[in-house]
């Protein structure tokens, strides 16, 4: 029988949320990346077994209690209790670990879903639709979505329904392209980090990237775009855009990556987070 990814990583995200611990907490403890965490809890994480007892020491449990031990075998007609497991010779734990390491480079997923993060300027749509066609997996503007299942504008979803309705239809589009998509590109909407439901959706789904842009950078992007609306409207909008970026920043700095695009050409950008996207997960 095959090894679980997808149960191990949902053991590993059971014992850590009984325990109340952050994905942080928990990548900091074992040494492990926040990135690599997320897609081990995700089920899709090759990793080994050295790695592995880092993981169960960090949460303070047996390594048995992550390893399902129904599915971890020495040979093909015999299995391996917890407590034999423990019990074992440096020897022959080694060979399970070789099997257990074939198993799971044979089991584990191709590609997935990246996620990008950021405020409203930050470069969403036009990076993750130039990474997408990189990485040549599809591309979805959640707000776009959002936008058809309402059959309305998003101004529109505000100002007739308010932004509890607004939030329903967003979680209900990010578990609908999450249930149909493997593979992908997301642009998500810039406060979807500040509904916990969406964010834990995402973030145990996806790898998470945070496109990175001071506010000035983001404030010169919408004037060279000759947009003077803002300045015209609003006397305080700089200043209120400043606190929004100040204020998301705490949400946002949870993403497994963040790509500082204050300097950076498109170009590069779309260089970073591929190659990122590119590398492998052991």
């Known amino acids: 029988m095959g090894f ?17 611990m952050t994905s942080k907490a928990l990548a900091e403890r074992s040494g492990v990346s926040l990135r690599f965490l997320s ?5 899709q994480g090759n990793i080994s077994i050295s790695r592995l ?19 971890v075998t020495a040979s093909e007609n015999q299995r391996a ?46 990076v993750g639709a130039r990474v997408a066609n990189e990485l040549n997996v599809p591309f979805v503007e959640l707000d776009g979505w959002v936008e058809r299942e309402a059959g309305l504008s998003l101004a529109e979803i505000f100002a007739i329904h308010g932004e509890a309705y607004y939030r329903e239809v967003e979680l209900r589009m990010l578990d ?24 834990e959706r995402l973030a145990s789904s996806a790898t998470t990237v945070w496109l990175q842009t001071e506010a000035q950078a983001l404030w010169e992007r919408v004037v060279a775009q000759g947009d003077l609306r803002p300045m015209r409207e609003n006397p305080n909008a700089f200043s209120q855009l400043e606190s929004l970026v100040e204020s998301r920043a705490p949400l946002y700095s949870r993403a497994d990556l963040a790509v500082d695009t204050t300097l950076q050409s498109v170009d590069a950008v779309v260089a970073a987070i591929a190659d990122v ?6």
């Not at 679980?4 to 109340?20: E, I, M, N, P």
């Open 53 to 71: 007892s880092s993981v169960a020491e960090a949460l303070a449990v047996p390594l048995p209690s992550l390893i399902d031990d129904s599915e």
């Open 4 to 20: 679980d990814l997808v149960a191990l990583g949902a053991r590993v995200r059971g014992f850590r949320l009984s325990q109340g």
């Open 81 to 126: 209790t917890a407590a034999e497991i423990l019990a074992m010779s440096p020897a022959t734990f080694g060979g399970i670990a070789d099997d257990l390491q074939r198993v799971l480079r044979e089991r584990r997923p191709r590609g997935g879903v990246l996620a990008l993060l950021g405020v409203r300027g930050a470069g969403k749509s036009t």
């Open 39 to 43: 897609q081990l809890e995700n089920g």
């Open 277 to 282: 996207a590119n590398q492998p997960t052991s």
């Open 176 to 199: 609908r392209f999450l249930s149909t998509h493997r593979h992908g590109v997301l642009a998500t909407g810039g406060s979807l980090v500040s509904h916990p439901v969406a964010w």
